[in-house]
C-alpha cells in the first residue's frame, strides 16, 4: 500500500534518512514550542522506524504521530491512510478521462492558476531550503537575506491574515534563528542579527501566544526575546518586547502588570523617536484605564498625542505590520482607554464612530482585522453609555460575523466587554439586549486544531 505519508516525504525529497530526520527533529521542536511539552524538543526516530514508515510495515505511535502531522500539516489519519490516485500520481502528469472532451478547459482555470501558484511557492521554498543547507558550513548570505526577507514578510501579514496563515512559518523562521546561533558558525558581525531575528520571531511567537488565549506561553516567548533584543543591542526593538509584555497582561486581566511593563517599556524609549515611542504611553493609559486611574489615562494620552508630532520612522516602522504604531491605532486605544473609564457622552461615542470608520477601507496599509474588531466594539460600548441599545447591536455586529481562525483573544475579550455593559445598561430586560447577549455569550473560537 502507498500512503499519502510516503508520496509526500518523495514529493520533499526526503527520502533519504538524513534528510527526513533533519526536518522531523525540527517539527518536532516546533511542536514542543506550541503545545509546552518539552519532551517533544529531544524526540526523534530511528533510520530502521522510519523505513519501516515509508514501507507501511509499521505504523507510528503516540508522540510520532503528532509530530508527522505537524512536519505535512495534514491529520495522521489521512497520512496512512492509502494515497488517492490524484495524489499518487506526479504533478506534473494528468490522467485523461472520458469527460474532458466535454469539459470547458475555462472552468477550472482559477482552480489550475490557484494550484500553479501552490506548486510554484512549494518549489521556491524547497529550493530556499537546499540553498540553506549547502550554506550549513557557514551562514551565509543568501541564508540571512532569507530570514531578514520573511521577518519582513511575517510582521506585514501578521495584522492582516488569520494566524494559522503564517504561524508555522514563524516557528520555522525561530527554530532556525535559533539553530544558526547554536551552531557556533556565525561570524561575529553575524551574531547581532541573529539575536535581532531571533528577537523578533520570538516577539511575534509571544503576540501569537496571546491570540490563542496561552498568556503563560506568550510571556515565555516574550522573555526570550527580550534576552535576544538585548544580545542584539537595539533599543527600539527591547522597549517593543516590553510593550508586548504590557499587551499580554493588559488582555490576561493584570492590569498592574501591564502598566508595569508598559511604563518599563517607556523609560527604555526616552529619545526614540518610531512610533514605539508612541506605543507605550497608549498602552500606559489602557492600563491605568482598568484600574480606574482616570489622571494617569488623560496624562498618558496627552504624552502619546505629543510623541506623534516628533516620529520619524525608524527600523522597525520600516518593517511595517506588527511592528508599527500608526495614527489610527492610536485613535483606537484612546477610545478604548475612555471607554474603559466606564463613563462616556455624546462626545465619546463620535470619537469612537471616527476610530471605527478609519479601519473601514481594508486595501490600507495599517488595516488590521484586530484592531479594526476592537474599534467596532469600543464603539457598541460608548453607544450603550448613551442608552443607544440599537446603535450597540449594529456596532458589534461586524465582530460577532467574523470567521471563527479571527477570533483571537483580544477580539473575544472585547466582545465580551460589551456583554457585561449590557446587564449593566438600563435596557438589560430588553429583547435586543437578552439576544444579543445570547449571542455574544456563544461567541468564541474551537480551539487550535493542533496535530495529535
Sequence with gaps: MVTLLRILIDRRGLKSYDDFIREYEQAA????????????????????TFERWYSSSAVPQNDARRVLAHMFQQPITQLLAPAPLATATPPHVRLATDDDQRIDPRADSDADLHEMGRHAAMAARRAMEFAMGAERGEVGQETMAYLQDEVRRIAGSYIRVP????????????????????????????????????ALSSGM?????????????????????????????????????????????YWAGRPEDALHYAAHGASLAQGLRGSISVWLPSLQSRAAALLGDEETVTSSARLATDLRDRVEPDDLDQLGG???????????????????????DRRLVHQAENAAQAFADTTDPNWSFGDAAGAQS???????????????????????????EQRNAGIIYSAHRVRSALSKGRSHDALVARRLSEEIATFNRPPLALPR
Design 29 to 48: 521542536v516546533a511542536l514542543a514550542g506550541i503545545t509546552g511539552n518539552a519532551a517533544l524538543r529531544s524526540h526523534t526516530v530511528s533510520k530502521r
Design 378 to 404: 469600543n464603539l457598541a460600548l460608548a453607544r450603550l453609555y448613551v442608552d443607544d441599545l440599537e446603535g450597540a447591536a449594529e456596532a458589534i455586529r461586524p465582530v460577532l460575523d467574523l470567521p471563527s
Design 322 to 344: 506588527l511592528l508599527l504604531f500608526p495614527q489610527i491605532r492610536q485613535n483606537y486605544y484612546q477610545v478604548e482607554a475612555l471607554a474603559l473609564l466606564g463613563h462616556g
Design 163 to 198: 494566524l494559522n496563515h503564517i504561524l508555522d512559518d514563524l516557528i520555522s523562521l525561530q527554530d532556525e534563528a535559533f539553530r544558526l546561533l547554536e551552531s557556533g558558525r556565525t561570524k561575529p558581525s553575524q551574531s547581532r542579527d541573529l539575536y535581532l531575528l531571533a
Design 205 to 249: 511567537l509571544a503576540k501569537a501566544g496571546h491570540d490563542l488565549g496561552d498568556p503563560h506561553s506568550a510571556m515565555m516567548q516574550a522573555r526570550t526575546a527580550a534576552v535576544c533584543a538585548d544580545k542584539a543591542e537595539h533599543q527600539p526593538l527591547s522597549a517593543w518586547v516590553r510593550g508586548l509584555q504590557s499587551l499580554i497582561a
